[in-house]
């Protein structure tokens, strides 16, 4: 997959010229949250000395078994143990708007990620241990190896850069615990994830569009190869500002062919994320009336082609099936 706009193969083929997509420009404003088309989804997570369930629903986390959430971090605060749901809901809290979540989550029901809770509790064990700084031994005398004076500015920079080395080894294995306990959750909740993930940065300033850019690339790049049957690096994407829905056009041969689909920041959240990227023969490029089970979407049958409104209709399931 190529993002971002860049030029096709050594022919010096390049993007055709972009004029109004559609006359249908309601799709440029959101017409309700990215998650309308989403039913809710649960799991089991093994949370002390049994397994708790752990929910989605209407963009939010739900944890049914544990009613009293911030009663149990006043308590784990206390010194109790943390419960695993609640560290789960923490880390989901964390990374909603991480857009790293974007280049290690799925990119299609296919992709599966292979990653269980036998491998969160196995990581949670390995805790990088801190190294003590020297002190003084017993009655106050100086211990092998270290200073009877007072520590010098070199000493006390070194224990500084110890102690920031230490925090950044104890960050680095949260992060990983973190990335771990999320994608444990299964595909149902990864996509979910993306989903909020692309809808914090719908708006995306100049530093976060290569991110967004690469994430609908790597995701639209095999719905494209199961919509007409092209190679997935063949595929060019860029981001879609102003009215309308995007484009998409089809140039070239052979090795110089190249599907060219500009589309808004936001078909990552409310089309792909809710299993809406390609319905029948049809890729879809909006939602135009947003529901569950039932939606409106505007799909294009072919690149050029102008796109059509489509009533589609979802089965029940964490991954939605839409049909026409």
């Known amino acids: 997959m190529n993002a971002g706009g860049a030029q096709g193969g050594s022919g010096g083929m390049g993007p055709p010229g ?17 998650f309308t088309c989403l039913p809710r989804c649960e799991t089991q997570v093994p949370c002390g000395a049994g397994r708790h369930i752990v929910g989605w629903e209407a963009g939010s986390l739900r944890l049914p078994s544990h009613p009293d959430v ?37 990119r299609g029901p296919a992709d599966e990620i292979a990653v269980g809770w036998d491998d969160v509790i196995g990581a949670a064990r390995d805790v990088p241990g801190a190294r003590p700084v020297p002190g003084p ?14 520590p010098g500015p070199t000493l006390a920079r070194m224990s500084a ?5 230490q925090e950044e080894r104890l ?12 994608l444990a959750l299964g595909y149902g909740f990864q996509v979910r994830l993306i989903g909020q993930v692309a809808a914090a940065h719908a708006r995306p ?18 719905v494209a190869e199961a919509w007409l049957g092209i190679d997935p690096d063949q595929v060019v994407v860029s981001l879609h500002h102003g009215p309308g829905w995007g484009s998409a056009e089809l140039t070239g041969r052979g090795e110089y062919r190249r599907l060219w689909v500009s589309l808004r920041p936001r078909w990552l959240a409310s089309v792909w994320a809710c299993g809406l990227a390609r319905v029948g023969r049809y890729l879809v490029v909006a939602v135009e009336q947003p529901g569950w089970p039932d939606a409106r979407v505007l799909g294009v049958r ?17 991954v939605p099936h839409w049909e026409i």
Do not use: F, Y
Request: charged share 20%; proline share 12%; aromatic share 2%.
């Open 70 to 106: 911030e009663g149990e971090l006043v308590l784990a605060a206390l010194g109790g143990e943390k419960a695993r749901c609640v560290e789960v809901a923490e880390a989901w809290a964390r990374h909603a708007s991480d857009l790293s979540v974007l280049a290690i989550g799925p």
């Open 137 to 150: 031994g017993p009655g106050g005398q100086p211990r092998p190896g270290s200073l009877a004076s007072p």
């Open 161 to 165: 850069r110890r102690q920031q080395m």
């Open 205 to 222: 300033g100049e530093g976060v569009r290569p991110a967004l850019v690469a994430a609908i690339a790597g995701r639209l790049g095999p």
């Open 171 to 182: 960050a680095a294995h949260r992060r990983r615990n973190d990335m771990l306990s999320l």
């Open 302 to 318: 072919a690149p050029g082609a102008e796109p059509e409104p489509l009533d589609v209709h979802a089965s029940s399931g964490d």
């Open 18 to 34: 972009r004029g109004p997509s559609s006359p249908r420009d309601n799709t440029a404003r959101p017409n309700g949250p990215w």
